[in-house]
C-alpha cells in the first residue's frame, strides 16, 4: 500500500542529512526576535541631530546658529545649541537686543582699520547693520530664539561661564536650560549627525 505524500512540502519533511538544522518555524522564530531586538534598540532614534556650539556674541555672529537652528528644525532635526562664553548674551534677554557689531578686524566692513578704530565706530556700524536688518524685514535676533524655542530647539547656557561672568539665571529667556556643562556638550556632539562649531 503506497502513501501519498504530494501534499506535503518538501521543505517541512524532516531531512536526515542537514542534522541539526534549523526549522523554518525556528528560522522565523529567531527573525522575530532579532526584528524585535532591532526595533527596541533604535526606539526613540529616527530622527536627525544637529549639536552647535555658539561661542560669539556680536551681532553679525548670533544670527548664524539661529538661523541653522531654527531652518535645521523645521526640516525635522532635533536641535541643541551650547552657548558657551560670549555666545551666552545671545540667550540674555537684555544683552541680546543690545549685541554690537565690531568694525575693527573685519575686512567686510567698508571701514579702513585707522577709521574703524576711533571712538564710537562700533556704534556706527552697528546702527548701519541694524537699519539693513530692519529695511530687509530680517528677523531680529529675539524673534528668532522664540521661534527656534517653539520650534523645539534646546537652548543650553553654560553653567562654567555663567559663574565666570556672574550672569544670573534668571534674566535668560524663557525656555533655556542652564547648568550644562562641556561633558554634556561633548555627549550630545557624540550622538548628532551634524556638528557646528561657530
Known amino acids: 500500500m503506497s502513501t501519498d505524500t504530494?501534499?506535503?512540502?518538501?521543505?517541512?519533511a524532516p531531512d536526515a542529512a542537514e542534522g541539526d538544522a534549523p526549522t523554518r518555524a525556528e528560522l522565523a522564530a529567531r527573525v522575530a526576535e532579532l526584528e524585535e531586538s532591532l526595533a527596541e534598540a533604535t526606539e526613540g532614534d529616527d530622527g536627525k541631530k544637529m549639536s552647535i556650539i555658539a561661542t560669539k556674541g556680536t551681532l553679525d555672529m548670533a544670527y548664524p546658529p539661529l538661523i541653522l537652528a531654527s531652518t535645521a528644525a523645521a526640516f525635522g532635526y532635533?536641535?541643541?545649541?551650547?552657548?558657551t562664553f560670549w555666545g551666552l548674551d545671545i540667550l540674555h534677554e537684555e544683552r541680546s537686543k543690545n549685541l554690537k557689531l565690531s568694525s575693527v578686524g573685519n575686512p567686510n566692513m567698508p571701514v579702513p582699520n585707522a577709521v574703524a578704530a576711533l571712538p564710537g565706530m562700533?556704534?556706527?556700524t552697528t546702527k548701519m547693520m541694524e537699519r539693513r536688518i530692519?529695511?530687509?524685514d530680517t528677523a531680529t535676533i529675539e524673534e528668532l530664539l522664540e521661534t527656534s524655542l517653539d520650534m523645539g530647539v534646546e537652548f543650553q547656557a553654560c553653567q562654567m561661564t555663567i559663574d565666570l561672568m556672574d550672569y544670573d539665571e534668571a534674566d535668560f529667556y524663557d525656555g533655556v536650560t542652564t547648568g550644562v556643562g562641556a561633558a554634556t556638550a561633548l555627549?550630545?556632539?557624540v550622538d548628532a549627525d551634524i556638528q557646528l562649531l561657530v
Do not use: G, L, Y
Open 187 to 189: 555627549q550630545d556632539m
Open 134 to 136: 530692519d529695511d530687509n
Open 78 to 83: 532635533e536641535v541643541t545649541v551650547f552657548h
Open 122 to 124: 562700533d556704534r556706527v
Open 6 to 12: 504530494s501534499d506535503t512540502p518538501a521543505d517541512d
